[in-house]
């Protein structure tokens, strides 16, 4: 007869981790960047092209 094994089983919860403000922080970061391109294209759009 086989002698019997002993197996440990060792079980590990991986959770992710993200800081909330972080993600807000960045969201307003990237949200100012693109009210700042916008600005700038009604800018070039209103008074830079009725120039020419």
């Known amino acids: 007869m086989e002698p ?7 079980k ?5 981790k993200y800081d909330q ?3 807000a922080s960045t ?3 990237y ?3 693109i ?3 916008f600005g ?3 800018f070039i759009v209103k ?5 020419f």
Request: hydrophobic share 50%; net charge positive; no cysteine.
């Open 40 to 42: 700038f294209l009604y």
């Open 21 to 23: 403000g972080l993600v």
């Open 12 to 16: 590990k919860n991986i959770e992710k």
């Open 31 to 33: 949200t100012a960047y």
């Open 27 to 29: 969201f307003i970061k």
């Open 47 to 51: 008074y830079v092209f009725p120039k």
């Open 4 to 10: 019997l094994k002993s197996v440990d089983i060792e």
């Open 35 to 37: 009210v700042i391109f």
